[in-house]
């Protein structure tokens, strides 16, 4: 038998099936990858409904209380939080790259020289049948060595250590690096700021939007009260022949539209808890008890120049979008480093010799030091520094809309609480005339003297006027808690108190101060 002919069949048999092997797999890895997938997703359900089940299934809760939960447990603020850890970390790796280095390497040879009797002859076709075997996973080195039985030569071996350590010296783009990574690290703390910041305002939405759907559940009841026992009244009426047969219907009509509104409003506040306990943390059927029963009113006295100054010189945005800026400043410098030299600094020691320990009679040293410097680079160092010069003017335009939109957010904030405040005092007045106008068309209808829609009018149009009250107070404190958001009010201040804050810290003169020292 022809060996040469088997082997060679033999490789072209493996290569070929393995290919045709390999596209059969992919199905099958295909929905090995998916089991494993589906079976991490269900383990990490399974680990939070453990935790959730740690915890109490009723909560009491007061504002502070609840957004000290959405700052400790929010999955957005969680993960700004690990950015800007990996920020952190961002600047020690790239100053790590001008600390020395120190590295190790062994060295193991073994050399043999053959000569074949065959001369040349078979050098092509062995050539393929390695290449192919090695494709495989075959080991022809056996067959290698059999073909060649005439022939002769010797084998050497050398063994060698060598501990070596880098310096660097100068590098423009290291440095740049570093100072890149120094303005992310900032750029990144203040978008943590302004993370614990927006989880703030929503945890205060979702608090104040759970109050309010409860008083207007209560506001829904007291209409179903109202018009049950004006129903009971008609149907006292309708019972000795004083009304008439329309009224008792209208009046059921009444109560079975307010019944289907209070089961409506039920659900409106069962969501809002629900909304609410997702935020902070909280498995989403825990109860919660609020310790304010209703959203109240205190006057806010900021003028809109404050707060525009303030929120100038302390939102957090703003610090973010100049960091920016700066990155992508030090970024120009980096790319325009593909002009300048770099310089490090080198020493190695090495031994070795003839036996596996890598110790004998070779034994040398070697310190120095290389500059690296390279002078064309097809053009390929003038067109990075045109990117990033062309991403610092993005950059740029990027950080003065932020400006732009703070000024904006400050505005719209500041007169949705004076809109707020001023329908505050108009929907309390409504409120009490039309519970003097219910009370009036009710004592009417049962002297005889009133027609039954004029009470069922007066219920609607009191039901209304709470409904209104209790929006403007929550919108309000909505604005209130916009406004402070807006301004860049310290995250530990109560929702509330940042007025004092603002309007003691002379904002406008330093604002104005430092507009004067960049003109000049």
Request: charged share 20%.
């Amino acid at each position: 038998m022809n060996t040469k002919a088997l082997s060679m069949a033999v490789v072209l048999s493996l290569a070929t099936t393995g290919v045709f092997a390999a596209d059969q797999a992919k199905d099958s890895k295909l929905a090995s990858y998916q089991a494993k997938a589906l079976a991490t997703a269900q383990q990490t359900v399974a680990a939070k409904i453990a935790d959730d089940a740690a915890i109490p299934t009723q909560v009491s809760l007061n504002l502070p209380r609840t957004i000290d939960l959405a700052l400790q447990n929010n999955h957005s603020v969680k993960s700004a939080q690990w950015t800007y850890e990996a920020a952190k970390a961002g600047v020690s790796q790239a100053a790590a790259a001008k600390n020395p280095s120190v590295g190790y390497g062994y060295n193991a040879e073994k050399t043999s020289k053959h000569v074949s009797s065959n001369g040349e002859r078979n050098t092509g076709v062995n050539r393929l049948l390695k290449d192919m075997a090695e494709k495989v996973g075959l080991d022809m080195n056996d067959y290698a060595s059999g073909n060649n039985d005439n022939g002769g030569g010797n084998t050497t071996k050398s063994f060698a250590h060598k501990f070596s350590v880098t310096v660097p010296i100068y590098s423009a783009a290291r440095d740049a690096a570093v100072e890149a990574a120094r303005y992310t690290r900032e750029g990144k703390g203040a978008a943590l700021e302004a993370q614990y910041q927006t989880s703030k305002l929503q945890a205060a939405k979702d608090y104040y939007g759970l109050i309010m759907n409860r008083n207007k559940v209560d506001i829904a009841q007291q209409s179903v009260r109202d018009y049950d026992a004006h129903l009971t009244n008609v149907n006292q009426q309708y019972a000795v022949g004083i009304v008439a047969k329309s009224d008792v219907l209208a009046s059921k009509t009444s109560l079975a539209e307010a019944q289907t509104n209070l089961v409506s409003t039920k659900n409106a506040a069962d969501i809002a808890e629900s909304t609410l306990n997702k935020y902070i943390g909280l498995p989403v059927a825990t109860k919660v008890e609020t310790a304010d029963r209703e959203l109240g009113y205190a006057p806010y006295n900021v003028t809109l120049e404050q707060a525009r100054a303030y929120a100038m010189l302390h939102r957090a945005e703003l610090v973010e979008a100049a960091m920016a800026v700066k990155q992508a400043e030090e970024n120009v410098n980096k790319a325009k480093a593909g002009h300048l030299p770099s310089v490090d600094g080198s020493l190695s020691k090495s031994w070795g010799g003839d036996s596996w320990s890598g110790t004998g009679d070779s034994n040398s040293w070697t310190i120095g030091a290389g500059v690296t410097w390279s002078i064309w680079d097809g053009g390929a160092t003038n067109e990075s520094i045109k990117v990033q010069k062309a991403n610092l003017e993005a950059a740029k335009e990027a950080n003065l809309e932020q400006i732009d939109t703070v000024a904006l957010q400050v505005h719209q904030a500041y007169l949705d609480m004076k809109a707020a405040e001023q329908t505050i005092n108009s929907t309390r007045v409504a409120v009490e005339q039309g519970q003097e106008n219910f009370r009036i068309a009710t004592l009417r209808y049962r002297a005889g003297v009133g027609i039954n829609l004029d009470v069922l009018d007066a219920e609607t149009k009191l039901s209304t006027a709470r409904n209104d009250y209790v929006d403007a107070l929550y919108n309000y404190n909505i604005a209130v808690a916009t406004l402070e958001q807006a301004m860049g009010v310290p995250v530990d201040t109560p929702i509330g108190g940042g007025a004092a804050i603002v309007a003691n810290s002379n904002a406008p003169q330093a604002l104005a101060n430092m507009v004067t020292n960049e003109t000049k």
